[in-house]
C-alpha cells in the first residue's frame, strides 16, 4: 500500500509532457527510445520563453535518458545570421544544458528539395502564380470552404519546370509559390493547400546563393524531425492546428509504411507569458534597432544575455520555470515569481558587503583622528563555510542619506540626534546632529560611538532597534550603480501592444515607445562600496546589505567599478503601485 501511494504521488509530480513520455516508453514506442530537440530560429538572441521550451526538451530526455539536439531551424534566409546562433549555443550551455548532436535544417534542403519534387509528380503538390493576395481570398473562413486556384490542376510536367526555375534566380520573390495539394474544404485551414516553398533571393547565412526556392515552416519542420528520429517533438500551443499537417506530411514522405511504433509526435505546451514583461524575437529586435535599449543583453531585456547580465543564475532561472510549470492553456505569470527565486539562491550564494547609493557623511566626533582597526565581516550567514572578510573602521564613514532624520517619527530607530544604533560588524553609536547647508540640505552627521559595544567586547549585546551599513570614506572606492526597474508600464505589454496596433493604428514602435517605462534606468554614478570590492569581475553576485542583491557590469573596470541592481531584497514594487 505504502509503496503504492509512493508510486502515485511521484506520477502526480510528473508533468503532463512526462506522463506522455512515460506512457510511449511503457507501450514500447520508438523502441524505448526518447529524443527531443530544441529547434530555434537564428534570428534573434534567446529569451526567458526559450527557456522555459529549453528545461523541458533537454530535461526530458535527460531524465529518461534520452537525447536532445540543437537544430537551427535556418529556413528564412532574411532574418538570420551567425551571430544568433553562436549567442544561442552560449545561452544554452550557460543555462547549464549539453546538447548530443547540432544540427540545421539548412542541412536538408536537398532532401526537402527531393521530397517536394516527389509530391509534385505524385500529384500531391503545384506552383500556384497567384499573387499572396489573391491566394488568401481564396482561404475560406473556418466555416465557409475555400476556393480552388485555377492552377490547382496544372499539368504536373508544368509544375515541375516552374518549380525548377522557383530555385533559378531568373523568377522574382512572391511571383510564384509551391502548394501542397490536400483540400480546399477542410475544417482545419492548414490543409487548405498550404504553401509549402517560396523564393527568396537574400543568400542563406549557410548554404550562400545555392538556394533561390525555400521550404516553410510546415514543409521543414516535421520531416527535420524526422530525419533525425526525434520522437517527442515539443512545441508551443499554438502549432496545435499544425499537428495534422506535421503528420500527414511524415505519412507522404513515408508513402503510407507502417509507421505507427516508430515516428516523431508532436506535443503543445503552453508558452510563458510574463507581466511587464515583452518577449518574441521580433519585439526585441525592434527595441534594439530602435535603441529603446542599450542591446540584446540590456539589463533590462527579457533575453538571457540580459538576464545574465543583471545577475540572475542559471539555478534562478531552472527553478522559475520548474515552478511555473508546463500547462495546455495560456496564462499571465507574475514576475515576483521570477524575482524570488533569484533572490532565493542569491541568498544562498551572494557575499554580504556594504555599499552606499546616496551618501552623506557621519564623523564619529569621539573616535580618534588617523585611528583605524580592521574588523571582521560574516561573507554569508547563510553559509558558514563562505568565512569573511576585513572591512575597515574609522572616524568619517559614508551612510545613507536615509539612515538620517533630523525631526524623525517616533518609529524611527535609525539616526536621530539621541538615539542609538549599532553600525554593521561594529560599535553602537549615539546621534549627536548634523551640519546643514544655507538651504537646510544635511551635509554631514555627527555621532559618538561606544567603546564597550563592539563586536565581541563586555557590551556587543546591548540592544539597540537599528543597525545601519557604512563604508569608511577613506577606505572605500567610488563605484556607479545601476538601478533597473520593469520596462514596461503596462502589465500584459503583450496585449497592449496588439490592441495598439489594431485600434490605434500604431505601429510597433509607436506602440512600445507609449507603453515603455522611461524611469527603468536609474544610474547613480557617486556610491561608495568598501574596498574589499576592489578586484571584483563582471557577474561577480553580491548582496549589498539592506538593498539587494547586485552584481559586477560587463562595463566594470578597477578604475571605473560599475554595478547592476539584480533585484532588491524585498518585493516592494507591489506595495509601491497600491
Ligand atoms: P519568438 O516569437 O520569440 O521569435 P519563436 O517561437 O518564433 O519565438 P523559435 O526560435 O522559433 O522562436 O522557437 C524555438 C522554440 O522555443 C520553439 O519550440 C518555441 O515554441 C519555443 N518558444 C518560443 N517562445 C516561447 C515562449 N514564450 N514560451 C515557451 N516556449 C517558447
Ligand atoms: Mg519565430
Redesign the pocket.
Known amino acids: 500500500m505504502k509503496a503504492e501511494n509512493e508510486e502515485l504521488a511521484s506520477k502526480k509530480s510528473l508533468n503532463f509532457i512526462e506522463q506522455i513520455v512515460e506512457k510511449d516508453l511503457a507501450e514500447g514506442k520508438n523502441g524505448g527510445r526518447v529524443q527531443t530537440r530544441?529547434?530555434?530560429?537564428p534570428?534573434?538572441y534567446l529569451?526567458i520563453?526559450?527557456a522555459?521550451?529549453i528545461c523541458l526538451d533537454f530535461g526530458i530526455a535527460e531524465k529518461y535518458g534520452g537525447v536532445c539536439n540543437l537544430r537551427f531551424?535556418d529556413t528564412n534566409p532574411t532574418k538570420e545570421n551567425m551571430e544568433y546562433v553562436d549567442a544561442i549555443m552560449e545561452d544554452i550551455k550557460w543555462l547549464g544544458f549539453q546538447w548530443k548532436n547540432v544540427y540545421y535544417a539548412s542541412d536538408y534542403f536537398q532532401q526537402l528539395w527531393d521530397f517536394a519534387v516527389e509530391l509534385i509528380k505524385e500529384g500531391k503538390a503545384y506552383v500556384d502564380e497567384q499573387t499572396p493576395e489573391e491566394i488568401a481570398a481564396q482561404k475560406g473562413t473556418p466555416t465557409t470552404p475555400g476556393t480552388n486556384s485555377p492552377y490547382r490542376d496544372r499539368p504536373i510536367e508544368e509544375s515541375l519546370a516552374l518549380f525548377n526555375k522557383m530555385n533559378s534566380g531568373e523568377l522574382e520573390e512572391g511571383s510564384m509559390v509551391l502548394r501542397a495539394k490536400i483540400d480546399m474544404a477542410s475544417p482545419n485551414m492548414h490543409f487548405r493547400d498550404p504553401l509549402i516553398y517560396r523564393i527568396v533571393k537574400t543568400p542563406h547565412h549557410r548554404t550562400g546563393d545555392k538556394w533561390k526556392a525555400y521550404p516553410l515552416y510546415d514543409f521543414a519542420h516535421g520531416q527535420s524531425d524526422f530525419f533525425e528520429g526525434v520522437t517527442h517533438s515539443?512545441?508551443?500551443l499554438e502549432f496545435v492546428s499544425h499537428r495534422a499537417l506535421y503528420d500527414l506530411f511524415i505519412d507522404w514522405l513515408k508513402k503510407g509504411e507502417d509507421l505507427d511504433d516508430n515516428r516523431s509526435r508532436q506535443y503543445e505546451f503552453n508558452?510563458?507569458?510574463l507581466n511587464y514583461t515583452l518577449?518574441?524575437?521580433?519585439n526585441l529586435l525592434a527595441l534594439v534597432n530602435e535603441g529603446l535599449v542599450s542591446g540584446w543583453d540590456d539589463p533590462r531585456m527579457p533575453t538571457i544575455c540580459g538576464y545574465r547580465r543583471r545577475g540572475y543564475t542559471p539555478e534562478a532561472i531552472r527553478m522559475f520555470v520548474d515552478r511555473i510549470g508546463y500547462t495546455l492553456y495560456d496564462a499571465l505569470n507574475d514576475m515576483a515569481l521570477m524575482e524570488s527565486a533569484v533572490r532565493e539562491d542569491l541568498n544562498k550564494k551572494a557575499t554580504r558587503v556594504a555599499a552606499v547609493v546616496n551618501p552623506v557623511k557621519l564623523v564619529i566626533t569621539n573616535y580618534p583622528e588617523g585611528k583605524t582597526e580592521e574588523l571582521d565581516a560574516v561573507n554569508n550567514p547563510e553559509d558558514p563555510e563562505a568565512g569573511s572578510h576585513k572591512i575597515t573602521f574609522s572616524r568619517e564613514l559614508w551612510i545613507e542619506r536615509e539612515d538620517f532624520m533630523e525631526d524623525a517619527p517616533k518609529k524611527y530607530f535609525r539616526l536621530t540626534p539621541g538615539n542609538e544604533v549599532r553600525l554593521k560588524n561594529a560599535y553602537i553609536v549615539t546621534c549627536t546632529g548634523c551640519k546643514k547647508d544655507t538651504e537646510g540640505n544635511v551635509e554631514e552627521v555627527y555621532a559618538e560611538y561606544i567603546p564597550q559595544t563592539k563586536t565581541g567586547e563586555a557590551e556587543s549585546n546591548r540592544k539597540v532597534k537599528g543597525t545601519i551599513h557604512w563604508v569608511s570614506t577613506a577606505h572605500a572606492i567610488k563605484a556607479e550603480v545601476r538601478m533597473y526597474d520593469r520596462l514596461w508600464k503596462i502589465e500584459n505589454p503583450r496585449d497592449e501592444l496588439a490592441r495598439l496596433q489594431k485600434e490605434e493604428n500604431m505601429t510597433p514602435v509607436e506602440a512600445m515607445k507609449k507603453m515603455i517605462n522611461e524611469n527603468s534606468l536609474e544610474i547613480r554614478p557617486c556610491c561608495y562600496v568598501e574596498s574589499y570590492l576592489a578586484n571584483t569581475k563582471p557577474l561577480d553576485h553580491f548582496q549589498f546589505q539592506r538593498i539587494g542583491y547586485f552584481c559586477t557590469d560587463k562595463d566594470s573596470t578597477p578604475e571605473h567599478l560599475v554595478f547592476n541592481r539584480t533585484v532588491s531584497l524585498k518585493d516592494t514594487w507591489a506595495k509601491m503601485q497600491k
Open positions: 530544441f529547434p530555434p530560429e534570428n534573434g529569451h520563453g526559450h522555459k521550451a531551424d515539443l512545441c508551443t508558452k510563458l507569458n518577449l518574441s524575437k521580433r
